[in-house]
């Protein structure tokens, strides 16, 4: 999938006949001009279908004919750059993958009629083309309005939208204003391919998703609405660091101050601490795999109150490293001397991304991390892990935990039915809002109305920051009928050593085992459905990191029963 490397006509010249050349032009002038005055064929993919035109042009007036989206007259109107109308057009087709056409329309329509710039397609993955050489792309014209308006030539209402470069009459202006825009393509094409670590004359691409299109995790709606702005954070799980601030590893976007403060809190560390599931499994794969960490170097990322590197250094570790960003590495080093364990457990305050190792270590045989959130992504503490991974670990090292499973059941369990009654009083208003959000709860264990699955297994040894967005096969076998009122989301966490000589251990954060401060992530679905046993649900969940706010995730689920379209949604984590 490659970013455009060249340009023709603006949107506006293609999708009409409006801005022509004058045919009373004089003949030496008829050349160059007619050169970007006539439309490039190029076969051109729908924007829904697969049908294939001949040319953009055809392409564009296809969808204002068939569809009602006149992308010429959205782009202009809303006075797109260049790179906010490569964002409309993968958006569209990027959401046309999981959204019927009519949808689709109706969100650009709602965003030309809205008085705010919160544009669904403002998000840079939007920049990554969703078609290969696409050439709705290569036919983009920035923003002419300004040009056009102050020519002595134009005409007083000019083309519809007035931003082509056809419709400027000086073939000279047109030909400076083509070569800025050709400028313009060459450096945002540079610019991608800086981000992406390419180096010069390679192409800018994207690898598939699984399972879906080049392009990143399409938007999905809720009752026709594109998701809220991310919410602010819940307190972290401790220990916690950034992920990294730049580079492949992602940005978390905004600032991490407040992130870092959270965690400063005692109570936070004593709600992880008291959790024994979590603990105990900790404790447990260091325990009975201690012959893997005699006389080691182990590397704790987000240590908090150090209590896992106190772990190691117990199961024979040589030297514990513990890095933290919170004032609660203050603590931990008190709490690391007044255990003894001060000559072999040393602890950094910073983020991973800017410390330094003590003593010119540079490698490390292991690195211990509890980074999961809710819905085990939120978030998004695994980068950073992932970080010290591809930086300090040995190429035999060793990962705790060394995977993890997402899982997602079926459920009769929803609060939304709280607000139909309160002391008396119909509170359906706010289900509305709340059926938008995920819901972190203690979900009933005789709530299930189907096994779980596993929606994807992330190996923390090979995983990489790009495939923490992602879209997911669902398929449940309904074992319980009931109404069906929300999906649950848990996971289970695995330290497996086998292959080493050591054991495996797990534990589970599902409705079925005892509970723990992760608890369950439901998502309420909008309108029960009845479901009998021996029903089959089918679909896909797409995990997608938050625009402003990559610590958050989105998780939407489009759904099929027995076959039958059911629905599509859309939740936030909180």
């Keep these: ?53 001949d040319s953009a042009a055809e392409c564009l007036a296809h969808a204002v004919a068939e569809y009602g989206l006149d992308l010429a ?40 009629n809205s008085y705010s710039e919160a544009w669904p397609w403002n998000d840079e993955r939007f920049l990554m083309p969703v078609v290969a050489e696409d050439p709705l792309l290569y036919s983009l014209g920035a923003p002419m309005d300004d040009a056009v308006d102050e020519s002595p030539n134009a005409s007083p209402g000019g083309n519809d939208e007035g931003s082509s470069i056809a419709q400027l009459e000086d073939p000279d202006e047109a030909a400076a204003n083509t070569g800025m825009l050709i400028e313009t393509i060459e450096l945002m094409r540079s610019q991608m391919a800086s981000l992406l670590g390419l180096t010069e004359g390679d192409d800018v691409a994207v690898a598939p998703t699984e399972g879906v299109s080049p392009a990143a995790s399409p938007l999905v ?11 602010p954070p819940p307190p972290p799980p401790e220990g916690a660091t950034a992920a990294a601030d730049e580079g492949q590893y992602g940005s978390t976007g905004g600032t991490n101050t407040d992130y870092f403060a959270s965690y400063a809190k005692l109570t936070i560390h004593e709600d992880m601490l008291s959790d024994r599931v979590r603990t105990d499994g900790y404790r447990d794969a260091l325990q009975k795999n201690a012959h893997l960490f005699e006389g080691k170097v182990v590397l704790d990322v987000g240590c908090g109150t150090a209590i896992l590197s106190m772990f190691a250094a117990r199961a024979g570790a040589a030297r514990v490293i513990g890095v933290d960003a919170s004032d609660i590495i203050e ?50 503490m695994l980068p950073t892990v992932l970080y010290a991974r591809d930086r300090y670990l040995t190429p035999e090292g060793i990962l705790l935990p060394s995977s993890c499973d997402l899982c997602v059941s079926a459920s009769t369990h929803s609060r939304l039915s709280f607000w139909e009654d309160v002391y008396g009083f119909n509170m359906r208003s706010l289900a509305r809002d709340a059926i938008k959000e995920a819901s972190i709860e203690i979900v009933p264990e005789e709530s ?61 954060t599902s409705c079925e085992g005892t509970p723990t401060h992760w608890k369950q992530t439901a998502l309420p679905l909008k ?48």
């Excluded at 001060?342 to 991304?353: A, S, W």
């Excluded at 959130?373 to 998004?380: H, R, V």
């Excluded at 995983?463 to 009928?481: E, G, H, I, M, Y």
């Design 1 to 53: 999938v490659v970013v455009p490397r060249s340009v023709g006509l603006g949107w506006n010249a293609m999708a009409s006949s409006h801005g022509a050349p004058n045919d009373n032009d004089d003949d030496d002038d008829d050349g160059d001009w007619e050169s970007w005055a006539e439309p490039e064929v190029a076969p051109t993919r729908c924007l829904f279908t697969p049908k294939v035109f």
């Design 448 to 508: 299930l109305l189907s096994p779980s699955a596993i929606l994807r297994t992330i190996d923390i040894t090979t995983v990489t920051d790009t495939q923490l967005d992602f879209t997911a096969p669902l398929s449940l076998k309904v074992t319980t009928a009931g109404q069906l009122r929300s999906f649950v989301i848990h996971f289970d966490t695995i330290f497996d050593y086998a292959a080493k000589g050591g054991v495996r251990t797990t534990f589970t």
């Design 331 to 380: 603590h931990a080093r008190v709490i690391v001397a007044e255990n003894g364990l001060q000559d072999k457990v040393t602890l950094l305050r910073g983020t991973m991304e800017s410390v330094v190792l003590p003593d010119g270590i540079t490698k490390v045989d292991v690195i211990v991390s509890e980074w999961m959130g809710y819905a085990l992504l939120y978030e998004s």
């Design 221 to 231: 709606v809720v009752s026709g609405q594109t998701s809220a702005q991310p919410p």
């Design 73 to 112: 007259k959205v782009a202009t109107s809303l006075r797109l750059d260049i790179y906010g109308r490569v964002k409309l057009v993968n958006f569209v087709r990027s959401s046309a993958e999981s959204n019927d056409a009519a949808t689709v329309v109706k969100l650009v329509h709602a965003a030309l």
């Design 527 to 574: 309108e029960p459905l009845s479901v009998a046993a021996g029903d089959e649900i089918t679909g896909s969940v797409t995990f997608s990191r938050a625009v402003d706010y990559k610590r958050a995730y989105n998780i939407s689920v489009a759904y099929e029963l027995n076959g039958k379209h059911r629905g599509l949604q859309m939740w936030t984590t909180e």
